[in-house]
Every structure is written in C-alpha cells, then in structure tokens.
C-alpha cells in the first residue's frame, strides 16, 4: 500500500511538473539575458523579445541554448537591435508593431515579409 501511495505522488508530481508554464524564464535565462543586456541592452531586448515570440507561435523551446543561438546567428535580432539602436525611442512601437505584424517562424521569410510590410508602409505614408 505505500509503495502505491509513493507511486501515486510520484505520478502525480511529474503531471503537475510537466503542467507548469512553459514561459517561465529560468534563472539561467534570466541571468544570461541580464549579462547581455550589460553590454548590448538592444541585443538583450531583441533576443527576449524573439525567444518569447517563437515560443509562443512557433512552439520553440525558450532555454539558454535558444537563447544563445539567437542572440548569435538570428539575423531579425540583429535587425530589430539595430532599428532600437539607430531610431528614436518614441518610434520604435511602429518597427515592433512591424516585426510582430510580418512575424514567420522561418527567419528568411520573416525578413521578407517585414521588408513587404514596411514598403506598403511607406507607400501609403507618400500616398498621404
């Protein structure tokens, strides 16, 4: 009878583990993002706010290791970083709101896109 009960919370803790919410950052997450926010706080920003978004449409896994490869060879981080570096504050909701209207979980397509997604923008703005 104990070993069913022990089975029984065994059982039940792993449920409840896998139950847990996925977006949650880690301590190691949190600490690599803070490291990098130090000396690239742009970068820092970009890379957060991509690893949330892929995780949340494209299923991806948001860990250390995600992390780290985005904050390396994602090209949308280097281009989102660079509009945050290069524009004012006050317009960057309009690139953000860009990059989430274009947003494809293939990083090809998705530079596509916002390039799309910019040039109808500018076109309806000369329009204006």
């Not at 990098?36 to 299923?59: G, S, Y």
Request: glycine share 4%; proline share 4%.
């Amino acid at each position: 009878m104990k070993v069913l009960r022990y089975l029984t919370s065994v059982c039940i803790a792993l449920v409840l583990a896998g139950c847990q919410s996925s977006n949650v950052e880690s301590t190691s997450t949190q600490n690599y993002l803070s490291e990098l926010d130090k000396v690239a706080p742009n970068h820092a920003f970009m890379t957060k706010w991509i690893a949330q978004a892929r995780q949340e449409k494209c299923a991806a896994p948001y860990t250390i290791e995600a992390l780290k490869q985005l904050s390396e060879s994602d090209p949308m981080v280097v281009i989102g970083a660079s509009f945050r570096e290069s524009i004012p504050r006050s317009e960057f909701p309009t690139y953000l709101t860009a990059m989430k209207q274009s947003f494809d979980c293939d990083s090809e397509q998705w530079i596509k896109r916002f390039k799309q997604y910019l040039g109808a923008c500018c076109k309806k703005l000369d329009r204006g």
